[in-house]
C-alpha cells in the first residue's frame, strides 16, 4: 500500500510541476519545463526556462530571476505560517526553495498546493519588486488579495517580510 501512495504522489508532484512551467510560459512567452532530477542537477529548481537550442536556454536560464519550487502536498496548511511556522510543510519547502536560490544565486519562488486547493506562491520581500515587475505589464495585480507577514527569521537572524499569493487571483489579461 506505502509503495502504490508513493507511486500516486510522485505522479502528482509532477503534474503539478507541469501545471506550473505552464503557467510560467504563458506569463514569459517562451516555454518552461521541469528541470532533470527535480532541481538535483545542474539547475536549481524543479522547474526553469526551456528550449531545444542550447545557447537559448542558457540565456533564458540566466536572464530568469527565480529558482522555482513546485510543492503539491496534503500537509498544506496556511494557517501554520501563524501558528508553528518553522515546523510547517510551508516553511521546510520554503527553506528547500532558499537553498536553490542561493546555489543559483536568485531569488527563490515557491509554487504549493493540494487537492482542490489554488495554487499559492510565495515569495520574500527581495522578489516581491521583481514579480510586479514581470506580472504587471501582462496582468492586472490586485495587491489588497495578497498575504503579507514578517517573520523573524533564525536562519538570517533578522525580521524578514514574506509575500504569498494566489496565481489565480493575479488577475485578467491586460489588453
Known sequence: MSKRKGINSRSKGIRFE???????AEVMGHPFRRTRGS???IICGDIAP???????VM???????????AKNNEYLEIHHIITNIETSFVWK???QAVDNAQRAEKIPFLMMTKNNFPTLCMVDWSGWGTIV???SNKFNIDLLEN?????YDSVLGTNTTYYI????????RNE
Open 133 to 135: 515587475d514581470i506580472f
Open 50 to 56: 526551456y528550449s531545444e537550442n542550447q545557447e537559448e
Open 93 to 95: 519547502s520554503w527553506l
Open 165 to 172: 499569493f494566489e496565481w489565480q487571483k493575479i488577475g485578467e
Open 18 to 24: 507541469q501545471e506550473c512551467s505552464r503557467l510560467w
Open 147 to 151: 498575504i503579507i507577514f514578517t517573520f
Open 39 to 41: 532541481g538535483a542537477g
Open 59 to 69: 540565456k533564458w536560464i540566466k536572464e530568469f530571476p527565480f529558482t522555482i519550487e
